[in-house]
Structure formats: C-alpha cells, structure tokens
C-alpha cells in the first residue's frame, strides 16, 4: 500500500509542468518623475538612460550569455502615479535593443508634480515581476534624487510584497540641494538596497547620470561572479 501510494506521487510530480527558464535575468528600470525633477533633468535620465542601453559596453554585457534579458522601464513619483514606458521586452538581439532605447527616449513623462512615494513605486515593480518571463535572477533598479517623502518606506514595500528573490539596486543623483548627497546615500544603503550582491552608484547631478547607468547596467547584466561583494557604493 506504502509502496503504491510512493510510486503515484511520483508519477503525479513527473506529470507536473516544469517551468522553461527563457532568461538569465529579469530587469526593471524604475525612473523617478517626482516633482523635484524638472523638464531638463527628466529629458537627461531619459536620453541618458537609453544612451547608456546602446553604448558598447552595456551592448556587450547584454550579450555576453547565452540566454537574453528581459527589461522593463517604468516611471514613478507619487503614490498612485506609476506608468510603464516600456512592458516587458526579450533582449534577445540588437534590433530588440535599439527599439527599446528608442521607446524609452521619445517617451513623455506622464506626471511632474507628484511626490516621492518610493514605497509605492517599489510595489508597482514587485507586481511587474510577477508576469515577468521566467528568469534566474530578478534586478530592479530604483533611481532618484530623493528620499520617500509620501506614504508606506522602502522597508514596508519589502516586507509586504515578493521581493524574496529580487535584488534591488540605487543609482542616486546628488543634485537635490535639501537632501545633500551624505543623507541621500546613507538613506538609499539603508533603506533602499535590497538582496544579496545590491549596489548604489552615484550620479553627480543629471548630466552624469547616463554615465552612472551604464556602469550600474554593465556590473547588473555581467553573468553572475563567485564570490561577489555585497553592497557598496560606486561613485566612480
């Protein structure tokens, strides 16, 4: 009876579909449109952030595996005010590259005078995750030039939405005068890097933020390295 009750379990768990991995790495860009970023400076992370998608580094490390990246762009600012840019996208060539480059610089911000609700914007990521293709790693990548300052902290949104398996990265631009970039750093690594291997690279203002997100880009899409340091900033 033992014996037969063993061998149907098995057979009912070799029935069950296995689930195809399609990707080495689901990746989210989260870009912040809150009210303290201006006309200019949204046109400079958004140029900025598809300059560094085609430069020939991040082109290389897109690449540099055998299975493609899935990508994602949204943006965010206050607490019911995130739109997709961009909705989930193979990698899997430059033609698919250079399109989404492309949809991310001609796109238009959809807010301008929203606050900062990081919290917020992190749920909107983590549910992006959950139709996202099936993928090894998950990265989502939280950029801005301030701390939250509307509704539920980082450290809430992590613990009430499935970020077990997601490793959540900064890229701070230290352009916002009231937040000064010593707070502004020390709040992102405490309150906003998340998973095991997260980063923070620092902008030095908007006009270096295309060259902060290609270097965040090309250490995210690099195949995984034993050995891996845990967090640290990068303000090179």
């Given at each position: 009876?033992?014996?037969?009750?063993?061998?149907?379990?098995?057979?009912?768990?070799?029935?069950?579909?296995?689930?195809?991995?399609?990707?080495?790495?689901?990746?989210?860009?989260a870009?912040?449109?809150?009210?303290s970023?201006d006309?200019?400076?949204?046109?400079?992370?958004?140029?900025?952030?598809?300059?560094?998608?085609?430069?020939?580094?991040?082109?290389?490390?897109?690449?540099?595996?055998?299975?493609p990246v899935?990508?994602?762009?949204?943006?965010?600012?206050?607490?019911?005010?995130?739109?997709?840019?961009?909705?989930?996208?193979?990698?899997d060539?430059?033609?698919?590259?250079?399109?989404?480059?492309?949809t991310?610089?001609?796109?238009?911000?959809?807010?301008?005078?929203?606050?900062?609700a990081?919290?917020?914007?992190?749920?909107f990521?983590?549910?992006?995750?959950?139709?996202?293709?099936?993928?090894?790693?998950?990265?989502?990548?939280?950029?801005g030039?301030?701390?939250?300052?509307?509704?539920f902290?980082?450290?809430?949104?992590?613990?009430?939405?499935?970020?077990?398996?997601v490793?959540?990265?900064?890229?701070?631009?230290?352009?916002?005068?009231?937040?000064?970039?010593?707070?502004?750093?020390?709040?992102?690594q405490g309150?906003?890097?998340?998973?095991?291997?997260?980063?923070?690279v620092?902008a030095?203002?908007?006009?270096?933020?295309?060259?902060?997100?290609?270097r965040?880009?090309?250490?995210?899409?690099?195949p995984?390295?034993?050995?891996?340091l845990p967090?640290?900033?990068?303000?090179?």
């Open positions: 009876m033992i014996r037969t009750a063993i061998l149907s379990a098995g057979l009912l768990f070799a029935a069950l579909p296995a689930v195809a991995i399609e990707c080495r790495l689901a990746l989210a860009l870009i912040d449109v809150s009210s970023v006309a200019a400076e949204d046109s400079l992370q958004r140029n900025g952030t598809a300059a560094a998608l085609l430069s020939p580094e991040v082109e290389a490390a897109f690449f540099a595996a055998d299975l899935a990508l994602v762009i949204y943006e965010w600012s206050g607490r019911y005010n995130q739109r997709l840019i961009l909705d989930w996208v193979m990698i060539n430059r033609a698919a590259l250079l399109r989404a480059a492309e991310l610089r001609t796109s238009r911000r959809s807010h301008n005078d929203f606050p900062t990081m919290g917020y914007a992190l749920g990521g983590a549910k992006l995750f959950e139709r996202a293709p099936p993928c090894l790693r998950k990265t989502l990548d939280m950029a030039d301030g701390q939250n300052n509307e509704g902290s980082p450290t809430t949104a992590y613990g009430a939405f499935a970020f077990q398996d490793t959540v990265n900064g890229l701070v631009v230290n352009a916002a005068d009231f937040e000064g970039e010593v707070g502004l750093v020390a709040y992102y309150e906003v890097l998340h998973g095991p291997g997260a980063f923070l620092i030095n203002g908007f006009e270096d933020y295309g060259r902060a997100m290609r965040k880009l090309e250490r995210e899409l690099a995984p390295a034993i050995g891996a967090k640290e900033e990068d303000a090179g």
